[in-house]
């Protein structure tokens, strides 16, 4: 029998049960846990189809409810189902003893929340005051994944929540046949307790068990969902030469919903304590975030000059690294942006292995864009952490003023770019530069009745430069002239690809050739200081560049064809890319490119790149430059994945083979290989590793130090990871001395349990 109507008051008093019942067990599943984590026979109860009803009323059915006048108690069976604002409970019996107050929900329990959580139970036990009772043998499935279950739940006044035997675990209790098994980690407990004021649970007697391995957490606790909050976090272990055993205890403080604040003591065998802070913020104009470390040790310098250091050598210093970055948005078109990293000194990064960057850059600026427009005034600063650098000569950008605007030509049609760029650059004991220029730029694109794309290009720019203390830099073509100088400089070009596209191999096919004239007059290009032309190479990404130097103190003059050709091929699961071509000056006099550069002779060298790609599981680019003369290998790069997601290899090789003197620091020669992979086996298990070698030599860097096979660094380690774990092992060998970074092993366990609060 279905009942959907009865007595006013019996329909009442089950509304009351059922509004007691339900937070009562979906409190009890957001806290405690049962010691039998496997799933219930017990299949949740569908939505109600029924309208909505008054907070005091639900709708409910059953196949029988009865009502004995003697007793009084009321009675509903057989697949009791209740719905209540989309709260759904399902239990084989629901008893009200209305002497006794008594109410009782059992058989085969489960209750759904609208969030989707889902709690199983054996009996539910209410006082008369509906608020305060008991629930056994509790199962809670949360929407989030987890899982959480006690023997014996009490309901407190004031809604605290105690439960006895519990366990949580957020992984997979089920192998993918469907067979029981149990979790990777889960936290067992003599009793929790949860108070919902707090949104906190706290254990009491508790002990993780990670695969099979279990550990006491005398204290603890952490919060329910995904609400932030502040405790301890999980601790980083470490074991290098240097330090001796680390151990980080990092504390989160929870300052606000938009505001944290985490402090890390890093504990040192072989070292005094650093001290590590992390502070983020997000507020209405935008977001910023600091990290900044700090210590006591000896300088590298103490190492520097001395190699071999004894034991109390050198003094204390204070050292540490500051990076912050931030980024605020004013309007729809103005903001501002900030990027500053500062270490004490060089070395002070690779000794605490925070960072192994050669270089720490700054940058502060404002900017507003919009859709025809872009201003920027930036400042930028260096600061070197090579050993063998000389920190005066690191300039200080202060200020760089960008403007840009683009407008459609009324005339001939096309886009015309306009620009005013002005640029200071200081250094403490070097060359200082002043730099102010305007450019105006014309484009044209059209396509051809025959499909061939012609773009038409103009630019002309005008510069001034102020320059002083030229002595200070060693390099003569960088220097420039003393005192204020000015050039001109102007270009047209045409560019033509004419793209063809047909069926080959099963696939399609396009060939694409391309032809580019591009004429310049002479300019005072080496009356110019160079600050930021330096790094000149061809590459198969600046070929058909209307100029081939990097920024703007360079540019390339006189009239030059620069031909190539395009080349793609798709088929189902390949992908073939590839490009090859060459440039060609019409004028004989002597190139500002320096030697080595492929581009100082009238015939360039050949220059190209090849991507091939097979489904997803093969990548494979290669990037080389051939000597026009004899087609010996300037340039050789490769980078290559092979494998699936789990089991891959990366390969990496590059040799810069220019025949550069040792005077043009940007373009030395190098040579280097790297390798990295992993390799998965059973289900959850891997083992991963890389490796960086120098293959330089002194005849390609008569400043090299390597023999021609100088490993670099290389880490091999070991990890286990499935749904809900991420343990690991892993060793790193530091092969090269760095003042007080120094060569040597290190060890690191990673420990990663997912779905734990703080």
């Known amino acids: 029998m279905s009942v959907a ?24 599943a957001g806290t405690g ?30 196949d029988l409810l009865e009502y004995d006048s003697n007793s009084e108690t009321v009675q509903a069976s057989g697949d009791v189902r209740m719905f209540r604002q989309g709260e759904r409970l399902r239990a084989d019996r629901v008893t009200w003893n ?46 989030q994944g987890g899982r959480i279950a006690a023997e014996r739940g009490v309901r407190e006044e004031g809604g605290v929540i105690r439960v006895t035997r519990a366990a949580y675990t957020p992984c997979s209790v089920q192998t993918t046949a469907g ?66 055993l680390e151990i980080a205890l990092p504390y989160h403080f929870d300052l606000a919903p938009n505001r944290d604040l985490t402090v890390t003591p890093h504990l040192f065998t072989n070292a005094l304590p650093m001290m590590q802070v992390d502070f983020r913020d997000l507020n209405s104009l935008g977001a910023y975030r600091v990290r900044a470390y700090g210590t006591y040790s000896r300088r590298s310098d ?9 034991p109390g050598d ?63 005034i930036n400042g930028w600063a260096v600061q070197s952490l090579r050993l063998d650098d000389q920190g005066v000569l690191q300039p200080i950008a202060l200020p760089e003023i960008d403007y840009r605007r683009r407008l459609t030509d009324p005339l001939l049609g096309g886009r015309v770019t306009l620009q005013l760029n002005s640029l200071a650059i200081s ?115 600046n070929l058909f560049a209307l100029n081939r130097f990097p920024g703007y103190d360079r540019f390339e003059d006189s009239t030059r064809f620069t031909y190539g050709m395009d080349y793609a091929l798709d088929l189902p699961g390949i992908a073939i890319n590839a490009n090859i071509g060459q440039s060609y000056r019409l004028t004989e006099r002597e190139s500002i490119f320096p030697n080595g550069t492929g581009l100082n002779d009238r015939w360039s060298d050949f220059v190209g790149r090849t991507e091939v790609r097979f489904r997803q599981f093969l990548s494979f680019t290669h990037r080389y430059r051939l000597d026009k003369d004899n087609f010996a290998v300037r340039r050789n790069e490769i980078d290559a994945t092979v494998g699936t997601r789990r089991t891959y290899a990366l390969l990496g090789y590059l040799r810069l083979n220019r025949n550069i003197g040792p005077e043009l620091e940007d373009l030395r020669d190098r040579e280097e290989a790297r390798v990295a992979g992993r390799v998965a086996f059973g289900r959850f298990w891997s083992v991963f590793g890389s490796a960086t070698v120098d293959l330089t030599d002194a005849a390609e860097d008569p400043l090299s130090n390597s023999d021609g096979f100088e490993p670099l660094r290389h880490r091999i380690g070991v990890e286990y990871e499935d749904d809900c774990l991420r343990l690991g092992v892993t060793w790193r060998r530091d092969y090269q001395d760095n003042g007080d970074a120094r060569r040597g092993n290190s060890f690191l366990l990673t420990l990663a349990l997912t779905n734990l609060g703080r």
């Not at 026979?41 to 109600?48: C, K, N």
């Not at 059992?106 to 054996?122: F, K």
């Not at 990777?184 to 004021?197: F, G, L, N, Q, R």
């Not at 773009?455 to 220097?479: C, E, K, P, Q």
């Open 314 to 376: 050198g003094e204390q210093a204070f050292r540490g690294y500051v990076d912050a970055s931030g980024k605020a948005q004013f309007s729809p078109t103005w903001g501002a942006h900030a990027s500053i990293r500062v270490a004490s000194d060089r070395t002070f990064l690779r000794r605490y292995d925070i960072s192994r960057d050669d270089r720490l850059r700054s940058n502060i600026g404002i900017t507003r864009v919009d859709q025809d427009s872009y201003f920027a």
């Open 5 to 28: 109507k009865g007595i006013d008051t019996t329909v009442k008093r089950l509304a009351l049960l059922r509004t007691a019942a339900l937070p009562l067990s979906l409190c009890v």
């Open 179 to 244: 067979c029981p098994k149990e979790p990777s980690w889960k936290i067992t407990a003599e009793e929790v307790t949860y108070d919902p004021d707090r949104s906190r649970i706290r254990y009491r007697g508790a002990r993780v068990t990670v695969l099979g391995l279990s550990l006491p957490l005398p204290v603890f606790s952490h919060v329910v969902g995904d609400r932030p909050a502040s405790g301890l976090l999980a601790p980083e272990i470490r074991l290098d030469r240097v330090n001796g």
């Open 33 to 62: 846990a049962a010691q039998d984590l496997q799933d219930r026979p017990a299949d949740p109860p569908p939505p109600s189809v029924s309208t909505a009803r008054t907070d005091d009323q639900i709708d409910f059915s059953a």
């Open 98 to 143: 209305r002497q006794t107050g008594e109410v009782v929900a059992e058989g085969n329990i489960a209750v759904t929340n609208p969030e989707g959580d889902v709690a199983y139970g054996d009996r539910i036990e209410l006082t008369d005051t509906l608020r305060d009772g008991v629930v056994n043998n509790m199962l809670v499935v949360l929407e």
């Open 427 to 541: 250094r403490n004991g070097g060359q200082d530069t002043q730099r102010a220029f305007a450019s105006a730029q014309w484009e044209l694109r059209r396509i051809t009745t025959l499909g061939q794309e012609v773009t038409f290009t103009a630019l002309g720019r005008g510069d001034i430069y102020n320059t002083n203390n030229t002595a200070a830099t060693s390099v003569a073509l960088y220097r420039g002239s003393e005192g204020f100088s000015s050039r001109a400089i102007g270009a047209v070009a045409v560019d033509v690809k004419w793209p063809f596209i047909g069926e080959a191999f099963g696939g399609t096919q396009r060939v694409t050739p391309r032809v580019q004239m591009v004429a310049a007059p002479r300019i005072r290009n080496l009356d110019i200081p160079n600050e930021d032309s330096r790094a000149v190479d061809l590459e198969d990404s």
């Open 302 to 310: 103490d190492f520097i000059n001395n190699p071999n250091p004894q």
